[in-house]
């Protein structure tokens, strides 16, 4: 199924309404019965659970899960595996030039990254509504290949080791996305936490000037590219949009007051309700508050998304999702009645 993403966005705006976009992937392990384990080895089970969410709620699109460690295994990074839990990556790769100079791009499609591609490409042949792929910024990826630690001071110290590995992270990245768009996925959403871990003028030399380079060779009218930072980006928002990314995604680190402003109203901005104290842990009631709260505050804003600030955790309750969507369509209505 074609959908023109251009017309996709323009029609977010133009509509009137608040379209909802929580990450909720993980829930669909709950809702088919079986693990988060599972969900992140089999294309199959992952694409029923995002397929069974779909059918129970009303969100704008829906993305792959967020496991931001099958890209450092490609790599050859060691995972933490556990049953109901994201896998982590456990060990770095990369310790000085030479290990970076000898890094090899692996293919998308030989690791557990082809379940993601595959994840996506099922899901887009059933579900009407956008799919994206799921997969880390350039920066965060390094990070895990060098080890944290180590890449802010090699930030200082060894910059050119950062920027060779930072050019293969790329290539690789760019052969995903590429490959979640060949399967049918309508863009990609990018998480790029480390970025907000550097101060604006690193992150635009290190992490966007590198996601620049796969916007420009990826989105199209056919294709868009959500750029997710859940970390402290208040000092970040101009590099973020230099990237050319159709859609920024913000974490709950950040007052979306302070943010929105700043955003063109050409291009869209999601976020950022708490993923873990308002819908894994709050009441239903907290669930409702804080919605209408974030839907509130936003009211004069037609490119806003309403979303978690992050992907929201195994183990939420149901009935928290049910209430959120219930929230956003209600307040949609009594918009509608004030504008009718």
Known sequence: ?????????????????????PLMSNMGAGLKGFSIKDAVTDSGKQASGIKAIAEA??????????????????????????????PTVSNSIVADMASAESLKIPDPHSGRTSVYIKTAGLCAAEIARPVFGCLIGPF????????????FLSLFQNPSMVHTVLE????????????????????????????????????????SA??????????????TVILHNCGKTIKHVETMLSTGARAVHFGNAVDLSLIAPRI?????????????????SGSTQDVIDKTSSLLDAMSGYRNFIISSGCDIPPGTPRANFDVFFNTVSVYNKGRAKAFS
């Open 1 to 21: 199924m074609k959908t023109n993403m251009v017309q996709w966005q323009k029609e977010i705006i133009e509509n009137g309404r608040t379209m909802a976009f």
């Open 264 to 280: 063109p109203p050409d291009r869209l901005f999601m976020g950022n309700l708490d993923p873990v104290s308002v819908f894994m």
């Open 57 to 86: 709620f009303d969100s704008c699109a829906f993305v792959t899960m967020m496991d931001l460690s099958v890209e450092a295994e490609a790599f050859g990074c060691e995972v933490n595996m556990r049953e109901n839990e994201i």
């Open 210 to 223: 590198y996601i620049r380079k796969l916007v420009e060779e990826l989105q199209d009218e056919y294709f």
């Open 140 to 151: 965060s990826l390094a990070g895990r290949l060098i080890d944290m630690t180590s890449i």
């Open 168 to 207: 293969k992270c790329t290539a690789f990245l760019i052969s995903y996305a590429r490959a979640f768009k060949k399967a049918g996925a309508k863009g990609i959403l990018m998480a790029e936490p480390a970025g907000s871990l550097i101060s604006p003028a690193q992150c635009a030399e290190f992490s």
